[in-house]
């Protein structure tokens, strides 16, 4: 089994939020594009040696060492729990110009101006509307005039989606991964991030496979899968819970996707 100084490693299987019980099983990816999507995001934000990288709950740090592989000025990464953050530090180097701070998403403490680039991924969607937009108001705020925000989060689809339909997908998901889940449309989250004064550089859609045998292949390595599949058989409560989230993401597989959207502020 994987450390059990994960965050959440001390909650009962059955109340554990769903990112951190396949964390605890040995899933190393959480993000719902996988890490094909996560590579288109980093590759149209075009970051560089001048760059100076926020990103928000890094979690388990693999897209932080990602963006350090591209040799940026500065990383930091804002976690809201200091037991998390803890945890993410000790996955990356230790180097002075990569720091890991304790902060929420929408008031990080940082000085306006102090990134080139935000980025989040799989955090929007368990937040509230209003929520959404005060995170996303605060990776204005830490922009630079011509600086990137880059977001991969779930998406509803279709855009035109009746609203109790959604209302029953997200009371699904939030029962599933026992986090309030509360995803988007694709012109949703074009709009979330307009409506704070970001101009939409890019947008694409991946499907949502987070749990489907190729995608854990794809994301762990081979490897990486059979240890999860090993961790799953020796742990029946786990089994369980993961088997639920399963059953929920194939029950709506036509109305959810990956999304990724690049966005660029004056």
């Known amino acids: 089994m994987p450390p059990v100084d994960l965050p959440g490693s001390d909650l009962d299987v059955a109340k554990m939020p769903g990112h951190w019980l396949l964390a605890r099983l040995g899933k190393r990816v959480l993000r719902p594009g996988g890490l094909g999507l996560t590579r288109a995001l980093l590759h149209g934000l075009v ?8 990103e928000f709950a890094p979690g388990l740090g693999v897209t932080a060492r990602m963006i350090l592989e591209r040799g940026p000025r500065r990383y930091v990464g804002v976690e809201r729990d200091a037991q998390a953050a803890a945890w993410t530090s000790r996955q990356l180097p230790a180097k002075g110009h990569v720091s890991v701070v304790v902060g929420t998403a929408d008031q990080t403490t940082l000085p306006a101006g102090f990134a080139s680039v935000v980025i989040g991924e799989a ?8 929520q959404k937009r005060r995170i996303a108001a605060e990776a204005f705020r830490l922009l630079r005039s011509g600086g990137r925000y880059g977001i991969h989060e779930l ?3 279709p855009d035109d989606m009746p609203f109790g339909q959604r209302q029953q ?7 599933a991964i026992h986090v309030g889940a509360r995803p988007l449309s694709g ?9 704070v004064g970001f101009q939409i550089v890019a947008v694409e859609f991946a499907p949502m496979h987070l749990l489907r045998p190729r995608r854990l ?6 490897v990486g899968a059979l240890r999860l599949a090993k961790n799953l058989l020796l742990d029946r409560a786990a089994r369980r819970r993961v088997l639920a989230m399963r059953r929920v993401f194939e029950q709506h597989r036509a109305n959810l996707a990956a999304i990724r959207v690049i966005a660029r502020k004056p």
Not at 47 to 54: F, L, M, R, S, T
Not at 123 to 130: A, D, F
Not at 170 to 175: C, Q
Not at 187 to 194: A, F, I, K, S, T
């Open 187 to 195: 012109d949703g989250w074009r709009g979330l991030l307009e409506s």
């Open 155 to 157: 998406a509803v689809i």
């Open 217 to 222: 292949v794809q994301d762990e390595g081979l």
């Open 123 to 130: 955090m929007l969607s368990m937040h509230t509307q209003e």
């Open 47 to 54: 970051i560089g040696i001048e760059d100076d990288v926020v």
């Open 169 to 175: 997908i997200d009371r699904a998901l939030s029962g």
